[in-house]
């Protein structure tokens, strides 16, 4: 018996040496480093995505909680990022707040992402629930 339980740890630390670890890792350092592009919006139930605040560009997340985002027109917007758990439908999540302005234009964009959710090392989905209507955001490294 003790024999076949050796077998199978040394199995999973084989396993866990050849894939990424990035799921061990907190939120916060997993939305750091590196370009993630927002490669699609969908609406769940009514409404429009006319009044969504992003609907592509790029978003560089800094270990600082700074961040800086680019439109589709090249226009550039700093601003800052925080993570934090929350309870939703009796479920511990993690949400996302992000916050800019364009210094230039004094544009200004915020969204509050009610729950975040890792896809894969390099993918991750944002949720927005607004009464009967919601949307997922789909980003991309």
């Given amino acids: 018996m003790k024999k076949i339980y050796f077998l199978s740890g040394i199995a999973v630390a084989f396993a866990l040496a050849g894939c990424s670890k990035d799921f061990l890792k907190r ?13 699609d919006v969908d609406r769940l ?7 969504l605040p992003f609907r ?20 550039q917007y700093r601003g800052d990022w925080d993570i934090r758990r929350n ?5 511990n999540v993690r949400s996302l707040r992000i916050s800019m302005v364009n210094f230039n234009t004094q544009d ?21 629930y607004s009464g009967v209507r919601g949307y997922v955001y789909r980003f991309r490294r």
């Avoid at 939120?27 to 490669?39: F, H, K, M, P």
């Avoid at 592509?56 to 226009?75: A, H, L, P």
């Avoid at 309870?87 to 479920?91: I, L, T, V």
């Avoid at 894969?120 to 944002?126: H, P």
């Fill in 27 to 39: 939120y916060d350092d997993r939305i750091t480093g590196g370009v993630w592009e927002l490669v």
């Fill in 45 to 51: 139930g009514g409404g429009s995505t006319s009044r």
């Fill in 56 to 75: 592509n560009g790029k978003f560089i997340f800094y270990d600082d909680g700074r961040m800086d985002y680019i439109n589709s027109q090249g226009e």
């Fill in 108 to 128: 200004v964009l915020s969204e509050f992402f009610d729950e975040i959710v890792f896809t894969g090392t390099n993918r991750f989905k944002a949720y927005v």
């Fill in 87 to 91: 309870w939703h439908d009796d479920r």
